[in-house]
């Protein structure tokens, strides 16, 4: 009997020694985790910050919006003006949501005055009412000027989550400029503006689409999150010193 009881102590105590690495590692990481929101706190709320000037800043000439991009890669937010002509028989269609009806956004091709193209957001339209066909007098015929807000093309697809876009059947879960370009029946040698616009909240006759569908308010929930990983890792460090004082002993 005393052989077995002694023979116990090594084992007790190498689970002892585990239980202690494991909380350390789940303690680092908890450590880690807030440490990283915080970071994502800062970045959030200098993002909002960021749209919040541009979006307030007067609509600049689409030429000098193409000077900022090519020397800046970076438009997104900034109100842009121009001019042209629709082209409806391109439109594309992005797989949305626009406050709590799922549809769609309507990125139609806007040819302008010197040929070029740029794929416009003209904004939402109900799923039923993806054919163009059931909402014609939101067809805008002749010249047309547009005021919204620049926004800058993807650099790929945003995750393995996201469904790969359908150009056959028009309907496209991530803004691949390049695939809406080329699936909307433009030239073969059509020049395309390397960044979208959405376009403003300004009515379409008929009511279709619904304008105005930026999102500019950005959730940030960045505090509450890394609050959470810092209360989890500061309960971890008081379960681990309760169970280290109540065993002085090492049983």
């Known amino acids: 009997m ?15 020694v585990l239980m202690l690495v494991l909380g350390t590692i789940a303690f680092a990481l908890l450590l880690v985790l807030g440490s990283w929101q915080v970071q994502r706190l800062y970045w959030k709320e200098e993002l909002i910050a960021q749209i919040a000037e541009r979006t307030k800043s007067q609509p600049l000439p689409l030429a000098e919006m193409e000077v900022k991009y090519r020397a800046t890669a970076d438009v997104d937010y900034w109100p842009v003006a121009l001019s042209g002509t629709f082209m409806h028989d391109g439109e594309r269609h992005f797989l ?28 939402f339209v109900p799923y039923d009412l993806k054919d163009a066909t059931k909402r014609p007098t939101g067809q805008v015929t002749g010249p047309v000027s547009i005021v919204g807000l620049a926004r800058n093309p993807l650099e790929g ?14 309907v496209f879960y991530w803004k ?38 930026t999102m500019v308010d950005m959730p940030n929930n960045h505090l509450q999150y890394a609050v959470t990983w810092y209360g989890l890792a500061a309960a971890l460090l008081g379960v681990m010193g309760v169970w ?8």
Not at 244 to 251: A, I, S, V, Y
């Open 2 to 16: 005393i052989q077995e009881k002694t023979m116990t102590v090594p084992a007790r105590r190498s689970g002892h």
């Open 96 to 123: 949305a949501t626009w406050e709590g009806q799922s549809g769609f956004y309507v990125y139609t091709p806007l040819k302008l005055d010197d040929g070029r193209f740029v794929l416009l957001n003209r904004g």
């Open 157 to 170: 697809k945003p995750g393995s989550l996201v469904p790969d876009n359908d150009a056959a059947k028009n």
């Open 176 to 213: 691949d400029r390049d695939a809406m370009a080329a699936s909307a029946g433009l030239p073969a040698d059509a020049v395309v503006l390397p960044f979208f616009v959405d376009a403003d909240k300004t009515p379409n006759p008929g009511g279709l689409p619904v304008g105005g569908v």
């Open 244 to 251: 280290l004082l109540r065993r002085p002993d090492g049983k």
